[in-house]
């Protein structure tokens, strides 16, 4: 059973700052597995469909994607939660589309966000492999969502 961990809320310090990245010692480390797994479990305890690092108190640039239909999100597509570690968007689409998002730092407010339709993202797994993906529509939209969290920004900023 994982540990499900506390998580910061709008106007706290730590979602304004721009994560740390895990440094090359860090990787395949026990505290980085825990970290994840702990990260799963509150996102999951929350119905989050995505979380950022910073959002549980660790200022590093680690996040969970995980599109999965729920309560919050009834018509998320169905994918496997994917850990990226130190992520980047390479490349954003010209197209963008307007939807709906939420944050689990800012409960009961969700706003229409303008996003990418389609990124390219390249990021490396807790064992340090590096992939490089592309994610269109909902997982795209979570893709951004998360990384802004590394960048220190609320998708509220974004409105």
Known sequence: MSIILPVAQRGEEILKLKAASVAESEFS????????????????????????APQVYISKRVIIVASRPN??????PEMDAVVMVNPEILEFSQETCLGEEGCLSVPNERSQV??????????????????ETVYEGFPARIVQHEVDHLNGVLFVDRT
């Open 114 to 131: 303008k996003r990418a339709q389609v990124v390219k993202v390249r990021y490396k797994t807790l064992t340090c492999d590096v992939v």
């Open 71 to 76: 309560p919050r999100y009834p018509d998320a």
């Open 29 to 52: 480390s026990e505290w980085l597995q825990q970290l994840a797994s702990a990260m799963h479990a509150t996102m999951s305890a929350r119905n989050g469909v995505g979380i950022a």
